[in-house]
């Protein structure tokens, strides 16, 4: 059996919406290989649909004055965590609840963090979060636990 770390919690979850474009709270997200279940962006890239973003995103833009609520990174999930989970390796894997993810890729800085604030990309670079991918199908839901697999 493979060993784990405890890294963090889910503390938030996220759908774009198909016909709106709004990134929309939910309690739960259904996950399989081609991303998020309903999501927007199913089933167009496996290695860039799901969003993974640390709490500490967030608290590096309200640390330099920036406002911003949870889901304005347009992340699927939001990790209350003291480790650093920029610095996973691409193919590291995390177990959540009963899903096994895998990192794909890391996000570039996109014109959308501009509309945030101006200073927003060059702050968040290497900090916006990680694009991870689902093994198989599952849920997972706030308040689930992430394990950082193989350590």
Do not use: W
Not at 19 to 40: A, F, P, Y
Not at 88 to 99: A, M, R, V, W, Y
Not at 128 to 146: M, N, P, Q, Y
């Amino acid at each position: 059996m493979a060993r784990a770390r405890f890294i963090g919690e889910i503390v938030e979850l996220f759908l774009t919406e198909k016909e709106s474009n709004k990134h929309s709270c939910k309690k739960t997200l259904s996950l399989d290989k081609s991303g998020v279940i309903n999501d927007k962006y199913y089933g167009k890239r496996s290695d860039r649909t799901i969003l993974m973003t640390s709490t500490g995103s967030y608290d590096l833009l309200q640390e330099n004055g920036i406002k911003t609520t949870y889901g304005e990174l347009g992340e699927n999930i939001i990790v209350k965590t003291d480790f650093d989970i920029y610095s996973l390796e691409i193919g590291s894997k995390l177990s959540i609840g009963d899903l096994e993810l895998e990192v794909t890729l890391f996000p570039t800085v996109c014109k959308h963090l501009s509309s945030i604030d101006k200073r927003a990309p060059k702050l968040l670079r290497n900090h916006r979060g990680i694009f991870v991918k689902a093994l198989e199908e599952g849920d997972i839901t706030i308040g689930d636990k992430v394990y950082l697999m193989g350590v």
